[in-house]
């Protein structure tokens, strides 16, 4: 319990506090009326809360709606609307941004405060293999954008095989780079949060600048990444230290053009 899960700018978790932050929202969310048949919008940066949402969300026994705070008000409208998602788990910042939505808002902000007079107990649930884990929407790049319905045996199915490809253990210290609303997003939290290993969240400021993100994987003892293709590209033309922690940088998204030396 005592192990880093999370880390991100505003915060650190260690698994004690993921999994009691985690239960508490649970609790808030089955106050609301949340429970397996009822989709939970998530809307969040890229941080510690991020990851407490969601495990939050399926300790419910619900499934999570994953929503990117930087896309238009008319996308995140229609997401909410046709996932019929009832309530909604945000900042407080993030809420303000939002135009009126038809849906309950739990805030998450660092710290927890807002739901720290909830039960830390976990709460009852499992739910069979088939119930869903979360909802991922597309671009919409063809017209509206479609919900892909993930159940929670493909979820374990990609986690069992991600560890095994990667010998993921409890000494990896993992990143959180994509959008909360890019599939690959699953890819980097639950495979190791499921290892007992550690998660790390840069600035926006720093995944978008090639030489800071490399300096910041060395400064962080990053040892697996995954990088979108057109930022892993970048990167690549960078030097790197002849010594480095750094086991696998994985990609997707595009072709790959440029491979390392």
Avoid at 14 to 37: K, M, P
Wanted: proline share 7%.
């Amino acid at each position: 319990p005592y192990a880093i899960a999370v880390s991100g700018a505003d915060e650190t978790l260690t698994y004690g506090q993921l999994e009691r932050r985690a239960n508490q929202l649970a609790h808030r969310l089955r106050a609301l009326g949340v429970d397996h048949d009822r989709p939970v919008g998530l809307c969040l940066e890229r941080s510690a809360a991020l990851v407490v949402g969601a495990l939050g969300i399926l300790k419910t026994g619900s499934a999570y709606v994953a929503l990117d705070p930087s896309h238009p008000k008319e996308r995140l409208g229609f997401m909410l609307r046709d996932s019929r998602a009832k309530v909604l788990v945000t900042s407080g910042t993030v809420a303000a941004q939002l135009d009126a939505v038809e849906t309950a808002v739990v805030a998450l902000n660092p710290g927890g405060a807002e739901l720290e007079l909830e039960p830390t107990a976990v709460p009852e649930t499992g739910r069979p293999a088939g119930d869903l884990a979360y909802v991922i929407y597309t671009s919409g790049s063809t017209g509206a954008p479609k919900g892909v319905l993930v159940e929670h045996a493909s979820l374990r199915n990609l986690i069992f095989w991600h560890r095994r490809a990667f010998a993921i253990t409890a000494a990896d210290r993992a990143t959180q780079i994509a959008s909360p609303a890019f599939d690959a997003s699953v890819w980097e939290v639950w495979p190791y949060l499921t290892a007992g290993a550690s998660i790390h969240v840069p600035t926006d400021e720093v995944r978008a600048n090639p030489v800071a993100l490399r300096d910041w994987l060395v400064s962080e003892r990053i040892s697996v990444s995954f990088l979108p293709t057109a930022l892993a590209e970048a990167v690549l033309t960078l030097d790197w230290p002849a010594e480095l922690p750094l086991r696998y940088l994985l990609t997707g998204g595009d072709t790959l053009h440029r491979y390392p030396p």
